[in-house]
């Protein structure tokens, strides 16, 4: 039997999980959609279960692979906000998948905008517009600061 070339997407948004095979006109030949609950990271805020999350995105695609009908030809993720985890060498999670809802230090914030002429001046400069967490250069400089083990 021939199987029919298919697009794995997994679509990780803030509520829902999805994983949807579109063949090569774009039609969904399969979705599975899944609610990861929330855990809390370092400092009580609600992130993303990364394990959680990382052993059904594995369950998913391994089970798409057997699948009788399917060939995987291409695999594809998108999420929402600034996400993303910070890995060591080896490919491991150094940090929780932060919440972009995280607040946002403000003393450290008042240090950064001050060390780059203001934040108004900043975000005309950069066309990056005082965003908190949702920046994820600004998640970098709070890790830099706040979490330099993670540096290194």
Request: aromatic letters at 12%.
């Amino acid at each position: 039997m021939e199987r029919t070339p298919v697009i794995a997407i997994f679509d990780i948004g803030k509520t829902n999980k999805k994983l949807f095979c579109f063949d090569e006109y774009y039609k969904i030949l399969h979705e599975q959609q899944v609610h990861v609950a929330e855990i809390t990271d370092e400092d009580g805020d609600p992130c993303e279960d990364l394990e959680k999350l990382t052993v059904w995105i594995t369950k998913s695609i391994e089970s798409m692979m057997r699948h009788p009908t399917f060939e995987i030809r291409a695999v594809n993720f998108c999420s929402y906000g600034a996400s993303f985890v910070h890995l060591d060498e080896n490919g491991k999670p150094l940090t929780p998948l932060y919440n972009y809802l995280k607040p946002f230090p403000p003393d450290l914030s008042k240090k950064f905008y001050g060390e780059h002429g203001g934040a108004i001046s900043f975000s005309m400069i950069t066309a990056s517009p005082v965003l908190g967490s949702l920046n994820s250069g600004m998640q970098l400089y709070r890790l830099k600061y706040l979490r330099p083990e993670v540096e290194q």
